[in-house]
């Protein structure tokens, strides 16, 4: 349940980096659980892709940035 307010979270872009480090790190533990196969690879991926959002910030669309006015 934690996950899916995370990801909204994530997806409106309030809190963005707290929010993908915390997916990305349980995103690497389903990863290395699946292990090397297809399902693997692709949540790899998305792992990946969650940290690179973690090491980049909020940019212009994300709620974070928006200010008062």
């Not at 399902?39 to 998305?46: E, F, K, T």
């Amino acid at each position: 349940m934690k996950y899916i307010i995370f990801g909204s979270l994530l997806m409106i872009g309030k809190f963005t980096q707290f929010s993908s480090l915390l997916l990305s790190l349980h995103l690497l533990g389903i990863t290395f659980t699946i292990g090397y196969n297809d399902v693997g690879i692709r949540d790899l991926g998305l792992t990946l892709a969650t940290f690179a959002v973690f090491l980049n910030g909020s940019d212009r669309w994300c709620l974070d940035q928006r200010k008062n006015g």
